[in-house]
């Protein structure tokens, strides 16, 4: 589990094809590998993976096809920058909200303009996707967790502060790329349980009326 608040960026060092997948490698801040381990949980623009071949300097990490389906990563090269976060620690402070690094899909950047010292930026996403998203409401695009300022049916608006265009990778982004977008998790599950409350009520009106 994540909150969305980025602790550093790192650097794409490698990637090799393995059968469809891929394992790629990262350059990251020492401080970041101190005290990880093989096994650790790390999001990586948003995307939960396991850490591989920890040293000093980075880690590797493999990417299912799944993964490649569903995010970003596949299209990323050696020297591109990406979005850290080492899993949250129970005594931590819940700066951002709930992240489980778990990806539902992609959001494209329609525009960016100056809003103050911050910038508003227009996203994109598919209405599967852009119904889970609210006025007020929190998501998390490559791993930042942000708040929504505007829904108008598919695209959304955020304001980005200075610092976070600074420390994350959202400072580069330029119309028509992509981002990796996780939408609420209570949204997710509110409209599972939806689903089955439909479901039983499909049921016992069957039941009722073949009793008729």
């Given at each position: 589990m994540f909150t969305g608040i980025v602790a550093a960026t790192g650097k794409l060092l490698s990637r090799e094809s393995y059968d469809g997948d891929l394992r790629i490698r990262f350059e990251v801040p020492?401080?970041?590998?101190?005290?990880?381990?093989?096994?650790?949980s790390i999001s990586i623009s948003g995307v939960c993976l396991t850490m591989l071949e920890p040293d000093a300097t980075g880690f590797s990490a493999d990417l299912s096809v799944e993964t490649l389906d569903k995010t970003s990563l596949g299209n990323r090269r050696p020297g591109d920058s990406v979005n850290l976060e080492l899993a949250m620690r129970a005594s931590d402070r819940l700066g951002g909200h709930m992240v489980s690094g778990h990806v539902d899909g992609l959001a494209r950047l329609v525009s960016r303009t100056a809003d103050g010292r911050s910038?508003?930026?227009?996203?994109?996403?598919?209405?599967?996707?852009?119904?889970?998203?609210a006025s007020k409401g929190s998501v998390c695009l490559d791993g930042v967790s942000l708040t929504v300022n505007d829904v108008d049916d598919t695209r959304f608006s955020i304001c980005i502060i200075p610092h976070t265009l600074e420390v994350t990778t959202l400072g580069g982004l330029v119309a028509g790329e992509?981002?990796?977008?996780?939408?609420?998790?209570?949204?997710?599950?509110?409209?599972?349980?939806?689903?089955?409350?439909?479901?039983?009520?499909?049921?016992?009106?069957?039941?009722?009326?073949d009793n008729d």
């Open positions: 020492p401080e970041l590998m101190t005290g990880s381990k093989i096994g650790d910038e508003r930026f227009l996203f994109e996403a598919d209405y599967s996707l852009a119904r889970f998203i992509t981002v990796n977008l996780e939408v609420d998790l209570i949204a997710r599950y509110l409209d599972r349980l939806n689903q089955y409350g439909r479901a039983d009520e499909s049921s016992d009106l069957n039941a009722r009326q």
